[in-house]
């Protein structure tokens, strides 16, 4: 059985529609208001259940509210019901492939006493098509010794031995110290970070404890770099085996230290049709998604430009829907 655990925040978000953004001190109108689970890690757990079989496992470790709370109660219900493509469906031209990975939440690390989830209000302008997003949480980040424990478990356990491990690049130090105990606790394990929060301190050594590292194009930018394959090629660490960078309406990089290859792959549609942009949240986390999709079941069949191909293709597939429903069941169709 596949294992990849996924460590990160875990969000409700609150998403306003709005025509455009508004002026300081100013009123406006909404034009819809829609509530859903959302984070990082989370949202690539969401589309990795709709992409893998259900001989594999999905492990999310975040901390919620009080295990008793509504808040961490809607958050489960929010894994615990199939999306658009279940477990019955099946994919184009593979009779018989059943899909919908389940979503193991029993290494969440719940709060005691804390009622609400960590929460993301997104203002989305209909002008732009950006987001400006204002996050709050009362909860007590994870901490290293609390990852030990979990890694500890999962050892113990011996079930998940090489498995892999998705890390947000959120709390670089803390972060760093659950990966270097995951290199001793489960050494033949692999790991992938994102490196995605401009001028945040530590992120470089991070990337440098990683196989795969996954950089953001605001991230790039903000190093002074002009496009993705300029960042890829000064940034990618050398213990790294793979490094990605996306960037936005003009796609994604992909650079092997190893073979010195760099894989471009612009954003595609069928017949040159123009993208019909509806929501971008969650685009790089659906990246990712496709990404360590084909990284951990197409690792044989598919090369480093099929493997990018796919998550940006999935990412494009993304940003033409409101939230993640069938997402999984389409790109699979495309193949």
């Not at 302008?125 to 010794?145: C, F, P, Q």
Request: hydrophobic share 35%; proline share 4%.
């Amino acid at each position: 059985m596949k294992h990849i655990f996924l460590v990160g925040a875990c969000y409700l978000d609150t998403i306003l529609s709005v025509p455009h953004y508004p002026e300081e001190d100013s009123k406006l109108r909404a034009q819809t208001l829609s509530t859903r689970r959302g984070g990082n890690c989370p949202n690539t757990t969401e589309v990795l259940s709709q992409l893998l079989t259900p001989d594999a496992e999905l492990h999310l470790i975040s901390c919620l509210p009080d295990a008793s709370s509504a808040a961490a109660a809607k958050i489960k219900a929010s894994f615990s019901s199939p999306s658009s493509t279940s477990s019955g469906e099946q994919r184009a031209g593979e009779v018989g492939v059943q899909r919908g990975a389940r979503v193991d939440l029993s290494m969440c690390i719940h709060r005691a006493g804390i009622e609400e989830a960590a929460s993301s209000f997104v203002i989305r302008s209909v002008k732009t098509g950006s987001r400006t997003i204002v996050n709050y949480s009362g909860l007590e980040e994870m901490s290293a010794d609390e990852f030990r424990a979990v890694a500890d478990g999962v050892r113990e356990s011996g079930g998940a031995e090489e498995s892999w491990w998705h890390f947000e690049g959120r709390i670089p130090a803390t972060t760093l110290k659950c990966i270097q105990h995951l290199r001793l606790a489960l050494p033949n394990t692999t790991v992938s970070v994102e490196v995605e929060r401009p001028g945040r301190e530590g992120l470089t050594e991070l990337a440098s404890a990683a196989d795969v590292v996954f950089y953001s194009r605001s991230w790039a930018e903000d190093r002074g770099h002009n496009d993705a394959t300029a960042c890829l090629k000064k940034e990618t660490p050398p213990t790294a085996s793979l490094a990605l960078c996306t960037w936005g309406s003009r796609g994604a990089a992909a650079y092997v230290p190893l073979e010195r290859e760099t894989v471009v792959c612009p954003v595609l549609e069928p017949g040159g049709r123009d993208i019909n942009v509806v929501d971008t949240i969650g685009a790089g986390d659906t990246f990712i998604a496709g990404m360590l999709y084909g990284l951990t079941c197409h690792q044989a069949d598919w090369d480093t430009r099929a493997k990018l191909r796919f998550a940006v293709d999935l990412a494009t597939l993304k940003v033409q829907r409101d939230g993640f429903d069938g997402l999984g069941r389409d790109a699979l169709g495309r193949l």
